[in-house]
Structures are given as C-alpha cells and as structure tokens.
Antibody
Framework: QVHLVESGGGVVQPGRSLRLSCAAS????????MHWVRQAPGKGLEWVAV????????YQADSVKGRFTISRDNSKNTLYLQMNSLRVEDTAVYYC??????????WGQGTTVTVSS | QSALTQPASVSGSPGQSITISCTGT?????????VSWYQQHPGKAPKVMIY???KRPSGVSNRFSASKSGNTASLTISGLQAEDEADYYC??????????FGTGTQVTVL
C-alpha cells in the first residue's frame, strides 16, 4: 500500500526556517512527480509546490516563491520542503502528495507548522 | 493564481443528487480538461474522487461524476449517503506545471 509520512513540523518564530520531510514507501518514488499542499486552520487547500520525478524541474505558488524550495532525494525515497523567511500566514498543515495524471492520488497525513512569536 | 470559486455549502437529503460548481478562468478550468476533485473528512487528509475532468479512480463509487462547461467544472453526487458528508475541493491544472484549488464546499446530508 502506497504510504507517505510527513515530518518536521513545529512551532517557529517569524523570519526563521524549517525543513519538512516526506518519506515515501511501497511505490517507485523516483518515477513520480510530488507535490506539497497546505491548509491553514479552518481554511481550504492551497497548492504550494511540485517537483518532477527526477528533481530537474520545480514550480512554486506565487505566495511562497523565493522563500520555499522543494527538493527530493530519490536514493532515500524522501521529499523535502525547505521553508525560509516564514510568516504568520504560513501557519498550516502541510501535506505531501504523489502526482498522477495531473492530480494528487495519494496523500500523507500532514504535519503542522505554526509560525508565531 | 486566484482560487477557483465554489459554493460555501450544499446540502441534500439521503438519496437525492447534489451538484457542486467550480468556476475558474480561461487560464485554468477553461483551458484544460484537467480538473480533479477531492473529498476531505474532518481531521483527515484529502482523497481524490475525480481526475482528468471526469475519470474515477479505482474504488471510488460511481455515484460520483463530473463534467465541465466553459470555465466551470461540476461534481455531482447521486444517491446521497451519510458518508458523503465532507468538504469537497476542486483543483485545476493552470499551466506551467502549476495548480490551483477551489475555495471548498461543505456538503451536508440532511
């Protein structure tokens, strides 16, 4: 069964950095693009970033461009999200999701990031 | 990258059919037949219900169907059941490998 497990969330002050990880198992991780999607408390889903299967191409939402970097290590079956210059409005549950046919077909359980002074 | 517009809430009685709309622009929904729909129960991760406009993943009930007309996509749930009560989100490919989600719709089974 395809499995994604996020980690690395926590409480951080505005302006600081945090790196999220997403461990993948039970599928050929290196064959699929991967996404990060977030959900602020009580709010809707927001697409954050995507990375191609081999890591050669990355794209981000305008709201995080220049601050967040998506990357992957296919030898470790792990996806990352480096978040710099964090803002209060970045507070959310962050999900990683497997890309398939222009959709996100498998999701992790999410990791919570709280940006607060 | 403005969020797609969905009604905040839709309700129906068991057995009825409901339709959730998802309105975008000619740059996203209107330009690609690549809308996906997600169901999210409280405290849970989203689950894909529809992909590539109208295709159902294996294991998703055929009570869920979707279509598109112009800049508006729609999800229809027929034979509404208590377990369908959840939040639903549309998501469209928006070009240049970017995506945009809808504002979300809370479905209530009366």
């Amino acid at each position: 069964q395809v499995h994604l497990v996020e980690s690395g969330g926590g409480v951080v002050q505005p302006g600081r950095s945090l790196r999220l990880s997403c461990a993948a198992s039970q599928f050929t991780f290196s064959s699929f693009g991967m996404h990060w999607v977030r959900q602020a408390p009580g709010k809707g889903l927001e697409w954050v970033a995507v990375i191609s299967y081999d890591g050669s191409n990355t794209y981000q939402a305008d709201s995080v461009k220049g601050r967040f970097t998506i990357s992957r290590d296919n030898s470790k079956n792990t996806l990352y999200l480096q978040m710099n210059s964090l803002r209060v409005e970045d507070t959310a549950v962050y999900y990683c999701a497997k890309g398939q046919d222009y959709a996100m077909d498998v999701w992790g359980q999410g990791t919570t990031v709280t940006v607060s002074s | 990258q403005s969020a797609l517009t969905q009604p905040a809430s839709v309700s129906g009685s068991p057995g009825q059919s409901i339709t959730i709309s998802c309105t975008g622009t000619s740059s996203d929904v209107g330009n690609y037949n690549l809308v996906s729909w997600y169901q999210q129960h409280p405290g849970k991760a989203p689950k894909v219900m529809i992909y590539e406009g109208s295709k159902r993943p294996s294991g998703v009930s055929n009570r869920f169907s979707a279509s598109k007309s112009g800049n508006t996509a729609s999800l229809t749930i027929s034979g509404l059941q208590a377990e369908d009560e959840a939040d639903y989100y549309c998501c469209s490919y928006a070009g240049s490998s970017t995506y945009v989600f809808g504002t979300g719709t809370q479905v209530t089974v009366l």
